[in-house]
């Protein structure tokens, strides 16, 4: 899946997240988040693996995180990479 | 369509927050609807759909009834909805703006396609059509005997109103035909019948009162907009300790007359017979529910052996 265009996905009420995608040459991922001493490094390998799923190579990925599961990081994120890829 | 199974609340959560999403298995309802529709802006239908499916696949140890209220079948987004959502495994869908067999029966051939396509037993997942509309209510009885997988027939009398082009007031007076004819429709097929939500979470004196008209009338359980109205309805919907010690005693008289080769028999100077004793029945189901008598009445105390 190819980052097309600027998008965003989610919410910043509470147990949920911000996703936001930009188009770039490399892949960088940053993540904010509420809980980031306690679960930045989970947030983090959820993130990497929802864009290794979907074949994400490049582009610029920013998460603020309002202390959501995991469920809900996967769906944010895929939502925001269907936005991001729709013509 | 026989199957008893207790709906008294089926409470309505918006399919675009998880921090509610998050808390469906610890509300006592006996149902929940996650709500694609009315509850989600337009601009976010994708996302909550997603959300959604995200969740259901997460929640595997249920513990109720979970059906998804997807957008009407005629917008842009109710197909979507379904492809989405249904690999997710939700029990049912509420329909809304039923207000056609033919349209009930779009959803259940859509239905059949995803449950071959997902290799699923075909009439796994359920509808539960809203009727809420003057349109619908005329076609009721048509609704009801649309298709195998609706379980019952849910009113809903804010959109209801809005189609009247009249208010809705706390006495209820305008809906009483509408909501008699969704009653009639159901209890003529043989389904469960459910009635409308009660906006204002701060009326409990007046959920109450709707809620105890409901079960008059013969509702089996009512919609639900706040996990605070679960108790007021559980409350209204569990029989009252007379009610089932009446009807302990009319399943035992029931079974002295038919000792006696006879169907009838007194009870307390009042005759006891074949609909005395159905009623009994629903009363002791219900109160096994509630966990008010520890067994489950079987058919043959209700029927008698053949």
Same mark, same amino acid.
């Given at each position: ?33 509420? $809980? ?19 074949? $994400?190579?490049?582009?610029? $990925? ?26 | ?28 309802? !006996?149902?929940?609807?996650? !709500? ?9 239908? !994708? ?19 979970? =059906? ?31 207000? #056609? ?7 259940? #051939?859509? =239905?059949? &396609? ?25 076609? %009721? ?27 809705? #007031?706390?006495?209820?007076? &305008? ?23 009660? %906006? ?73 017979? %074949? ?10 189901? #219900? ?17 008698? %052996?053949?």
């Amino acid at each position: 899946m190819k980052i097309t265009r600027k998008v965003q996905a989610g919410t910043m009420q509470s147990s949920d997240l911000m996703v936001f995608l930009e188009p770039a040459e490399h892949l960088t991922v940053t993540i904010e988040s509420t $809980v980031l001493k306690q679960f930045g490094e989970l947030i983090r390998a959820k993130v990497d693996e929802v864009l290794a799923r979907h074949h $994400v190579e490049s582009g610029e $990925v920013r998460i603020t995180d309002r202390g959501a599961l995991d469920y809900a990081i996967e769906a944010r994120l895929e939502t925001a990479l269907l936005r991001a890829a729709e013509e | 369509m026989g199957d008893f199974k207790l709906r008294r609340s089926l409470l309505y959560v918006p399919g675009n927050m998880p921090s509610m999403l998050q808390n469906i298995p610890i509300f006592n309802c !006996d149902a929940v609807i996650i !709500d694609l529709e009315d509850a989600v802006p337009m601009s976010e239908k !994708d996302a909550a759909r997603h959300l959604v499916k995200h969740f259901l696949m997460n929640y595997t140890e249920r513990n109720k009834e979970l =059906l998804v209220r997807i957008n009407p079948l005629d917008s842009k987004w109710g197909y979507e909805d379904l492809k989405v959502v249904l690999p997710a495994l939700p029990d049912g869908i509420r329909l809304p703006k039923a207000d #056609t067999p033919e349209i009930v029966e779009r959803l259940d #051939t859509l =239905l059949t &396609e995803f449950e071959e396509e997902l290799d699923l037993e075909i009439g796994r997942f359920r509808v539960l059509p809203s009727l809420e509309s003057a349109l619908a209510i005329i076609n %009721a009885v048509g609704i009801a005997n649309s298709s195998q997988r609706i379980f019952a027939l849910a009113f809903g009398a804010e959109d209801y109103t809005a189609s009247m082009e009249i208010e809705r #007031t706390k006495g209820g007076e &305008e809906l009483f035909n509408a909501r008699t004819r969704v009653l009639w429709a159901a209890k003529a097929a043989g389904i469960q019948a459910i009635d409308t939500i009660f %906006a204002d979470v701060n009326d409990m004196e007046g959920l109450k009162a709707e809620t105890e008209l409901a079960k008059r009338l013969g509702y089996t359980g009512k919609c639900l907009v706040n996990p605070r109205q679960i108790e007021v309805v559980h409350d209204v919907f569990a029989p009252k300790k007379e009610e089932v010690d009446y009807a302990l005693q009319v399943i035992e008289a029931i079974q002295r007359a038919r000792a006696l080769g006879t169907g009838v028999i007194s009870l307390k100077g009042k005759m006891v017979d %074949a609909p005395v004793v159905k009623r009994a029945a629903r009363v002791l189901r #219900t109160a096994y529910a509630h966990g008010m008598v520890d067994t489950l009445i079987d058919e043959e105390a209700i029927h008698g %052996a053949q």
